[in-house]
T-cell receptor, first 116, second 115 residues
Framework: AQTVTQSQPEMSVQEAETVTLSCTYD???????LFWYKQPPSRQMILVIR??????QNATENRFSVNFQKAAKSFSLKISDSQLGDTAMYFC?????????????FGQGTTLQVKP | ETGVTQTPRHLVMGMTNKKSLKCEQH?????MYWYKQSAKKPLELMFV???????ENNSVPSRFSPECPNSSHLFLHLHTLQPEDSALYLC??????????????FGPGTRLLVL
C-alpha cells in the first residue's frame, strides 16, 4: 500500500523569503502522479502543482516549484518570495493511475504561516 | 470560482436526523469523489463515481449513502450518524481525458457537526 509522509507539522517563514516543505512517499509503482494541494483557512482545497513520475524535469508554477527525487521517493515543495496569502495547510498527495479515476493518498499536512 | 460547488456549507444534525449533502461540478468532468477530513487525520477517500457508476467504496459505513444521478451531480445521504462522523466532507471531480490527467479539483466542503 502506498503511504505519504509529511514530517513537518508546522512551519513559519517571513514574508518575501523562501521555504521548503518536505514530503516522502512509499510505493512500488513506477508510474504515478504527485500533487501539492493548499488548504487556506477557508478550507477550500486548491491545487498548487502536479508532477508526473515519468518526467525528470521538476514542475514549476510561478513561485512554486518542486524537487522530485524519484529514487529517494521524495517530493518537496519550494515556495519563493512567500506572501501572506500563502498561509495555509499544505498537503502532499500520491496517485496511482487507475483507468479513468485514481485514488489520492494524502499526507498529514504541514501548516505554513507566513509572517509579515 | 473553482467549478465545484457544495451545499450546504455548514450542517448541524442530530443522530436521528436524515440529511443530504450536494455537490455539483461545472467543469465537464466524468468522475466525482467524496472525501472525509477529520481533525488530526489525513483526508480519507470515501466513494468514487465514474460516468455515474460507483467504482470505489472505501469500506464506508452504510449510514453514508452516495447517489450520482449524472456526471455533474453527486449526493451524500446521511442517516443515523454518530458524533465521530463530524468532519469536513469534500467533493472533488476529475476528467482524465481533458489534458490534465487525473487531477482532482475540490469543492469548498461541507462542515458537518453531529450532536
Amino acid at each position: 500500500a502506498q503511504t505519504v509522509t509529511q514530517s513537518q507539522p508546522e512551519m513559519s517563514v517571513q514574508e518575501a523569503e523562501t521555504v521548503t516543505l518536505s514530503c516522502t512517499y512509499d510505493t512500488s509503482e513506477s508510474n504515478y502522479y504527485l500533487f501539492w494541494y493548499k488548504q487556506p483557512p477557508s478550507r477550500q482545497m486548491i491545487l498548487v502543482i502536479r508532477q508526473e513520475a515519468y518526467k525528470q524535469q521538476n514542475a514549476t508554477e510561478n513561485r512554486f516549484s518542486v524537487n522530485f527525487q524519484k529514487a529517494a521517493k521524495s517530493f518537496s515543495l519550494k515556495i519563493s518570495d512567500s506572501q501572506l496569502g500563502d498561509t495555509a495547510m499544505y498537503f502532499c498527495a500520491f496517485m496511482k493511475p487507475a483507468g479513468n479515476t485514481g485514488k489520492l493518498i494524502f499526507g498529514q499536512g504541514t501548516t505554513l504561516q507566513v509572517k509579515p | 470560482e473553482t467549478g465545484v460547488t457544495q451545499t450546504p456549507r455548514h450542517l448541524v444534525m442530530g443522530m436521528t436526523n436524515k440529511k443530504s449533502l450536494k455537490c455539483e461540478q461545472h467543469l465537464g468532468h466524468n468522475a466525482m469523489y467524496w472525501y472525509k477530513q477529520s481533525a488530526k487525520k489525513p483526508l480519507e477517500l470515501m466513494f468514487v463515481y465514474n460516468f455515474k457508476e460507483q467504482t470505489e467504496n472505501n469500506s464506508v459505513p452504510s449510514r453514508f449513502s452516495p447517489e450520482c444521478p449524472n456526471s455533474s451531480h453527486l449526493f451524500l445521504h446521511l442517516h443515523t450518524l454518530q458524533p465521530e462522523d463530524s468532519a469536513l466532507y469534500l467533493c472533488a471531480s476529475s476528467h482524465p481525458e481533458g489534458g490534465t490527467g487525473e487531477t482532482q479539483y475540490f469543492g469548498p466542503g461541507t462542515r458537518l457537526l453531529v450532536l
